[in-house]
Structures are given as structure tokens and as C-alpha cells.
């Protein structure tokens, strides 16, 4: 008997573990990436301890705990003064796994290394044509010609033309109040994991395993384009905050930084699914990043619905669906409204805000741990379906 097809749109971390779980789980799968390869836009990223017992359902979460360091440290003021610290034993010990930091790109090769050849189809564009019903595939278009399967995973992305067919009525991306420069470079000194606040700005110190430093800059201010002489501004604007960052700063080259204006889906789409189409990833619920959540939620998406559609038969996959998306949008909302808020609050530009966020934190001594487990508490504890705890 035929094994049941699925093709999954957007060759980033959402769909690549879509794959890798459909595989494992007996489906025949194709990914369709418009891009000519796989290189991730990104630069660093952190894997919390949901997203690694999803990983660990597929066999890699070893792999990325051996090829992470480990996010600990905590907050610092602009001018170094530490508001909260908080080390990495403190987090594994609540949640069974601490919070991993590895590059963007290395994830993506260790999901895609594991895919047959051929699976991958770089420089494909795919549109979905019919959604598809319980009696009849779904259709997708691709610059070699038309496919049916019998699941589509649209991880598209932010921009989805997937969700904007599916769900029109769904508003488009918000602007979050800011934008973020991420950059990975050489550290010539040893780095102290932290973040740190100052008004209207976020600046992150991640030391990674290969001796690099992830670098991540938040600046709250309007969209508007990028030019070189921002690029050159940056040092300055955080020339008076604690070493070593000006110092980063200055170091990185305009082509080794990637600057995003925030945008996030506000309001989610209706349903995560229609027909024999799910979406995934930034596609069903972009999210700003301070909670570190964007592609930890898509995880879950891949593992959970490559968990709801197993053993599904031709005509059950669009129930199947119904299923993912019950399990999937309340949890992601919540995430995506949590991460919103964090935003805004880390990002004002007001500086009674930023006095008022600092002056708690500090005031809270000891006690901060505590509130920032209460805090994570149901987001990081999630387990996958069908999974024993770690």
C-alpha cells in the first residue's frame, strides 16, 4: 500500500521538523523552499526545555544539547549593574533541561541531514490551488508542475501566502515598536551570558560552544528602512553601556548583521488548518521575539502535528486537523500575547517605564528566580503528545 503523501511549503525549522516527524511517522514527504538553499536568516538561537523534548521525539535533542551552550546568567542595567542573576542549573533543575543556545544554521543542518535525498527542493515555489476536502487531495503548484498530497504544511512564514488564501479575513502583521539587529562574532574575551535593559533598548550577550558570541540588539522606534548610516550609528547609540558591547558592536561588519523590523500576528487566524492544509510556525502565529519562543512553538507545531495525523487514513486527515488545531492554537496565542507584552515593556521608550521595570526587578532580590519560573511556568513544562516526561 501507497504511503500517505504530505508536502510541506518553507524549508526553515518549522517545516524541517515537520518533515523529519512525518517521515517517522510513515508519511512520503517533499519540502518546497522558494529560497535557493537552505541558509537560515538568523543568526542565533535559543532552544528552551519544550523544544527540546520535542526534539528529543525525533531522535536530536541530544545532538543540539551537544552542540549548545547554555543560556544563564541574567539581567544586567545599560550600565552593567546586574538586576538578576540566573544561572542554567537553576532553569534545568525546574523544567529538566536548561535553556540551549547553538547558531541558527546548525539546527537546520542536523533536521535536514536526516531527510532522504531529494526530499528538499530548493528554488521550488509552492502554492496551494485546492485545499483540498475528505473526499479528494489537496493541489499545490510548483514551478515543476502540479502535486496532490494528502497533507499540506504551509510554514511559509510571517507573510504566509498560504494563510492569506485560506483565512483572508485575518488582519495583517502588527508592527511591534521595534526592531532587532542579531549577529554572530569572535569573542577575544570571555563573555557573560546576559541581557541587558536600558530605555527604549535590549542588548543580549550569548556566548556560543564554537567560542563565538550571539549578539541580539533591540531599539524601539517606528519601521523605516535601513541604511548604512544606521549601521554606523549603532556603536554610538550604545557607546556609554557596559564592555563589551560597544565594543561587539564596532566589530561587526554591515553584511554580518541582520536587522528585522518586529512584526507578529496580533490576531491569529480562525483555525490552523482548512481542508488537508495546516499551518505551522510563523505562518499560524508570529511572535515577537523576547520570550525566545518563535521557533520553539513551530517545534511543537511539527511534532504535534505529525502526532495527530499518524495512522490517519485518506479520508480522516482533514478530522485529524480539526485535532491539531485544538491543540495547538489556544497554547500558541497565549505565547504569542505573553511575548508581545514582554516586548513592549522591555522595548519602552519611556523612561518612568524603564525606571519603574528596573526599580521591581531589584526589589524583588532573591525572590526573582521564583517569579521568573512562575513566570515561564506553562511554556516551558509543555510535553509533546504521547511522550514520556525527560
Same mark, same amino acid.
Given at each position: 500500500?501507497?504511503?500517505?503523501?504530505?508536502?510541506?511549503?518553507?524549508?526553515?525549522?518549522?517545516?524541517?521538523?515537520?518533515?523529519?516527524?512525518?517521515?517517522?511517522?510513515?508519511?512520503?514527504?517533499?519540502?518546497?523552499?522558494?529560497?535557493?538553499? #537552505?541558509?537560515?536568516?538568523?543568526?542565533?538561537?535559543?532552544?528552551?526545555?519544550?523544544?527540546?523534548?520535542?526534539?528529543?521525539? #525525533?531522535?536530536?535533542?541530544?545532538?543540539?544539547?551537544?552542540?549548545?551552550? #547554555?543560556?544563564?546568567?541574567?539581567?544586567?542595567?545599560?550600565?552593567?549593574?546586574?538586576?538578576?542573576?540566573?544561572?542554567?542549573?537553576?532553569?534545568?533543575?525546574?523544567?529538566?533541561?536548561?535553556?540551549?543556545? #547553538?547558531?541558527?544554521?546548525?539546527?537546520?543542518?542536523?533536521?535536514?541531514?536526516?531527510?532522504?535525498?531529494?526530499?528538499?527542493?530548493?528554488?521550488?515555489?509552492?502554492?496551494?490551488?485546492?485545499?483540498?476536502?475528505?473526499?479528494?487531495?489537496?493541489?499545490?503548484?510548483?514551478?515543476?508542475?502540479?502535486?496532490?498530497?494528502?497533507?499540506?504544511?504551509?510554514?511559509?512564514?510571517?507573510?504566509?501566502?498560504?494563510?492569506?488564501?485560506?483565512?483572508?479575513?485575518?488582519?495583517?502583521?502588527?508592527?511591534?515598536?521595534?526592531?532587532?539587529?542579531?549577529?554572530?562574532?569572535?569573542?577575544?574575551?570571555?563573555?557573560?551570558?546576559?541581557?541587558?535593559?536600558?530605555?527604549?533598548?535590549?542588548?543580549?550577550?550569548?556566548?556560543?560552544?564554537?567560542?563565538?558570541?550571539?549578539?541580539?540588539?533591540?531599539?524601539?522606534?517606528?519601521?523605516?528602512?535601513?541604511?548604512?548610516?544606521?549601521?554606523?550609528?549603532?556603536?554610538?547609540?550604545?557607546?556609554?553601556?557596559?564592555?563589551?558591547?560597544?565594543?561587539?558592536?564596532?566589530?561587526?561588519?554591515?553584511?554580518?548583521?541582520?536587522?528585522?523590523?518586529?512584526?507578529?500576528?496580533?490576531?491569529?487566524?480562525?483555525?490552523?488548518?482548512?481542508?488537508?492544509?495546516?499551518?505551522?510556525?510563523?505562518?499560524?502565529?508570529?511572535?515577537?521575539?523576547?520570550?525566545?519562543?518563535?521557533?520553539?512553538?513551530?517545534?511543537?507545531?511539527?511534532?504535534?502535528?505529525?502526532?495527530?495525523?499518524?495512522?490517519?487514513?485518506?479520508?480522516?486527515?482533514?478530522?485529524?486537523?480539526?485535532?491539531?488545531?485544538?491543540?495547538?492554537?489556544?497554547?500558541?496565542?497565549?505565547?504569542?500575547?505573553?511575548?508581545?507584552?514582554?516586548?513592549?515593556?522591555?522595548?519602552?521608550?519611556?523612561?518612568?517605564?524603564?525606571?519603574?521595570?528596573?526599580?521591581?526587578?531589584?526589589?524583588?532580590?532573591?525572590?526573582?528566580?521564583?517569579?521568573?519560573?512562575?513566570?515561564?511556568?506553562?511554556?516551558?513544562?509543555?510535553?509533546?503528545?504521547?511522550?514520556?516526561?525527560?
Amino acid at each position: 500500500m501507497a504511503r500517505p503523501h504530505a508536502v510541506v511549503i518553507g524549508g526553515g525549522i518549522g517545516g524541517l521538523t515537520a518533515a523529519r516527524a512525518l517521515l517517522g511517522g510513515g508519511w512520503e514527504v517533499t519540502v518546497h523552499e522558494r529560497s535557493r538553499s #537552505l541558509a537560515p536568516a538568523g543568526a542565533g538561537l535559543a532552544v528552551a526545555p519544550n523544544a527540546l523534548r520535542a526534539l528529543d521525539t #525525533l531522535g536530536l535533542g541530544d545532538a543540539v544539547r551537544e552542540r549548545s551552550s #547554555l543560556h544563564g546568567g541574567g539581567i544586567r542595567r545599560w550600565d552593567g549593574r546586574w538586576l538578576m542573576r540566573m544561572d542554567a542549573d537553576r532553569i534545568r533543575a525546574w523544567f529538566g533541561d536548561p535553556i540551549v543556545l #547553538l547558531r541558527r544554521c546548525t539546527l537546520v543542518d542536523l533536521l535536514a541531514a536526516g531527510l532522504p535525498a531529494g526530499t528538499v527542493r530548493t528554488a521550488s515555489a509552492a502554492t496551494v490551488v485546492d485545499p483540498g476536502g475528505r473526499d479528494r487531495p489537496a493541489r499545490v503548484t510548483t514551478g515543476s508542475g502540479e502535486l496532490t498530497a494528502d497533507l499540506v504544511v504551509a510554514a511559509d512564514g510571517i507573510h504566509s501566502v498560504t494563510r492569506r488564501a485560506l483565512f483572508p479575513e485575518t488582519p495583517a502583521p502588527v508592527h511591534a515598536g521595534f526592531a532587532t539587529w542579531r549577529f554572530v562574532v569572535p569573542a577575544d574575551r570571555p563573555i557573560v551570558p546576559a541581557e541587558s535593559w536600558g530605555r527604549g533598548a535590549v542588548v543580549g550577550l550569548m556566548p556560543l560552544a564554537d567560542g563565538t558570541v550571539y549578539v541580539y540588539v533591540s531599539v524601539s522606534g517606528a519601521p523605516r528602512e535601513w541604511t548604512l548610516e544606521e549601521h554606523a550609528a549603532l556603536p554610538r547609540r550604545f557607546a556609554h553601556w557596559h564592555s563589551p558591547i560597544p565594543q561587539l558592536l564596532a566589530a561587526a561588519a554591515p553584511g554580518e548583521m541582520l536587522r528585522n523590523e518586529v512584526w507578529y500576528l496580533d490576531t491569529p487566524p480562525r483555525s490552523y488548518h482548512h481542508g488537508r492544509v495546516a499551518l505551522l510556525g510563523d505562518a499560524a502565529h508570529a511572535m515577537p521575539p523576547n520570550l525566545g519562543q518563535g521557533g520553539c512553538q513551530a517545534i511543537e507545531d511539527a511534532v504535534t502535528l505529525a502526532h495527530t495525523v499518524s495512522g490517519a487514513g485518506f479520508a480522516d486527515v482533514p478530522a485529524a486537523l480539526v485535532r491539531y488545531t485544538a491543540a495547538r492554537r489556544p497554547r500558541a496565542a497565549r505565547v504569542v500575547r505573553r511575548s508581545a507584552q514582554a516586548g513592549a515593556l522591555l522595548c519602552s521608550g519611556y523612561r518612568s517605564v524603564a525606571t519603574v521595570r528596573n526599580i521591581a526587578l531589584v526589589a524583588l532580590g532573591p525572590f526573582g528566580p521564583q517569579v521568573v519560573r512562575r513566570s515561564v511556568t506553562g511554556i516551558f513544562d509543555w510535553s509533546p503528545p504521547g511522550a514520556a516526561r525527560r
